[in-house]
């Protein structure tokens, strides 16, 4: 006979975790069923750059970021006070170095429209030479026009992020781990799992780029499965910043200092590998890293890591109720941003399962349905 529960989420990823807090907080009986450990997939990475989205051509969902990006240090600092766990936060800035003058003419031009979008809540400018403050982590010759410094931007160290919020759902609701799901009755709303049966009132899919493959048949539109993951590979290193000092993203490079020691670097966006294992397209990274930053030169590697980050069909995050089977909440494809939007995510969902308001709604095209995704009934 199947238990029950009155919301069951799958996966204890960054979504899935912020997912079951809200949602156990919000006095809803929780059971997070993990197929492995906290933070197994993309959520257990090195990075932890906080970045938002460019401030031309502004929509919801960049609005929506703004605010996870505003919020989430209080987030994190209650975290911190409940568990005792550091998620290495700080909104640290980001420095962009500038390679030609055409890039300099769409930075001024994207400051000018962030002066409008940003609403004077952070700043977004073009300065001639990197700052004091990036000593080491962007040598002057690799920004001949300046660099863009934008003071929104931050850094969490993830799995600093997946421990603190491990423990305040472990000590609210049930945490299990090994289990792993076999399949999926959206109609009965029904959870098979190989270690028993879980009857839910609502059941939140927050299983990283695996998500899309527990759905029920007949939910994905065409191609869907083939876009679902893209590899990320990144590197931490033996180096020091000073306190204070910014990010620094050239292109789809990140070079993110950490309060606890050591230099992040990565990554890459691999939409079809072979095997999930670092490989030489990670050397090509650290080398590019080391070329900008003179810290890092001879900084030894500690850590190699990669793993399969969920990019939506849609590309921008997938979240909420699906279209034909409405208590089955979807979360995932947070791709570059999940960190960012994970807690406003999760008290949407959580707030959907009460049938309470959201303070803030999730964006129109974070729906299923705005991914061309609807349950076969």
Same mark, same amino acid.
């Given at each position: 006979?199947?238990?029950?529960?009155?919301?069951?989420?799958?996966?204890?990823?960054?979504?899935?975790? *912020?997912?079951?807090?809200?949602?156990?907080?919000?006095?809803?009986?929780?059971?997070?069923?993990?197929?492995?450990?906290?933070?197994?997939?993309?959520?257990?990475?090195?990075?932890?750059?906080?970045?938002?989205?460019?401030? @031309?051509? *502004?929509?919801?969902?960049?609005?929506? /970021?703004?605010?996870? #990006?505003?919020?989430?240090?209080?987030?994190?600092? !209650?975290?911190?006070? !409940?568990?005792?766990?550091?998620?290495?936060?700080?909104?640290?800035?980001?420095?962009?170095?500038?390679?030609?003058?055409?890039?300099?003419?769409?930075?001024?031009? /994207?400051?000018?429209?962030?002066?409008?979008?940003?609403?004077?809540?952070?700043?977004?400018?073009?300065?001639?030479?990197?700052?004091?403050?990036?000593?080491?982590?962007?040598?002057?010759?690799?920004?001949?026009?300046?660099?863009?410094?934008?003071?929104?931007?931050?850094?969490?160290?993830?799995?600093?992020?997946?421990?603190?919020?491990?423990?305040?759902?472990?000590?609210?609701?049930?945490?299990? @781990?090994?289990?792993?799901?076999?399949?999926?009755?959206?109609?009965?709303?029904?959870?098979?799992?190989?270690?028993? !049966?879980?009857?839910?009132?609502?059941?939140?899919?927050?299983?990283? *780029?695996?998500?899309?493959? #527990?759905?029920?048949?007949?939910?994905?539109?065409?191609?869907?499965?083939?876009?679902?993951?893209?590899?990320? /590979?990144?590197?931490?290193?033996?180096?020091?910043?000073?306190?204070?000092?910014?990010?620094?993203?050239?292109?789809?490079?990140?070079?993110?200092?950490?309060?606890?020691?050591?230099?992040?670097?990565?990554?890459?966006?691999?939409?079809? *590998?072979?095997?999930?294992?670092?490989?030489?397209?990670?050397?090509?990274?650290?080398?590019?890293?080391?070329?900008?930053?003179?810290?890092?030169?001879?900084?030894?590697?500690?850590?190699?890591?990669?793993?399969?980050?969920?990019?939506?069909?849609?590309?921008?995050?997938?979240?909420?109720?699906?279209?034909?089977?409405?208590?089955? #909440?979807?979360? @995932?494809?947070?791709?570059?941003?999940?960190?960012?939007?994970?807690?406003?995510?999760?008290?949407?969902?959580?707030?959907?399962?009460?049938?309470?308001?959201?303070?803030?709604? #999730?964006?129109?095209?974070?729906?299923?349905?705005?991914?061309?995704?609807?349950?076969?009934?």
């Amino acid at each position: 006979m199947a238990e029950t529960t009155d919301v069951l989420v799958i996966g204890a990823g960054v979504f899935g975790l *912020w997912a079951a807090r809200a949602a156990a907080s919000a006095g809803l009986r929780v059971i997070v069923a993990e197929a492995s450990a906290p933070g197994a997939g993309s959520s257990g990475g090195l990075v932890g750059a906080l970045t938002p989205h460019l401030p @031309t051509r *502004w929509r919801p969902f960049k609005a929506f /970021q703004m605010r996870g #990006l505003e919020t989430l240090g209080a987030r994190l600092a !209650e975290l911190a006070g !409940e568990t005792g766990i550091d998620a290495g936060h700080a909104r640290c800035g980001r420095i962009t170095p500038i390679a030609d003058a055409a890039a300099r003419g769409r930075a001024l031009a /994207q400051a000018a429209a962030a002066h409008d979008a940003w609403g004077g809540r952070a700043t977004f400018e073009v300065l001639d030479a990197p700052p004091g403050e990036a000593d080491g982590l962007l040598d002057p010759a690799a920004a001949p026009f300046g660099v863009i410094r934008d003071t929104l931007s931050g850094r969490v160290e993830p799995r600093g992020v997946i421990a603190a919020l491990a423990a305040s759902v472990a000590a609210r609701a049930e945490l299990r @781990t090994g289990w792993r799901l076999a399949g999926l009755d959206h109609r009965r709303m029904v959870a098979r799992f190989d270690r028993g !049966e879980i009857t839910a009132g609502h059941v939140v899919v927050a299983a990283g *780029w695996h998500s899309l493959g #527990l759905l029920p048949a007949g939910c994905l539109p065409p191609g869907a499965l083939s876009g679902a993951g893209v590899k990320g /590979q990144a590197a931490l290193l033996a180096a020091r910043a000073e306190a204070g000092a910014p990010l620094v993203q050239a292109g789809g490079l990140f070079i993110v200092p950490h309060a606890s020691g050591g230099i992040a670097v990565g990554s890459t966006t691999e939409k079809t *590998w072979e095997d999930e294992r670092p490989d030489a397209a990670l050397d090509a990274v650290i080398a590019e890293a080391r070329r900008l930053a003179p810290a890092l030169r001879a900084a030894p590697i500690l850590e190699r890591w990669s793993g399969i980050r969920p990019r939506a069909p849609g590309r921008e995050p997938l979240a909420g109720p699906l279209p034909g089977a409405p208590r089955l #909440l979807l979360a @995932t494809g947070g791709y570059k941003i999940g960190f960012s939007v994970a807690h406003l995510v999760g008290d949407a969902l959580a707030a959907i399962a009460t049938g309470a308001d959201s303070p803030d709604p #999730l964006p129109a095209s974070f729906a299923p349905e705005a991914h061309g995704l609807r349950a076969d009934v």
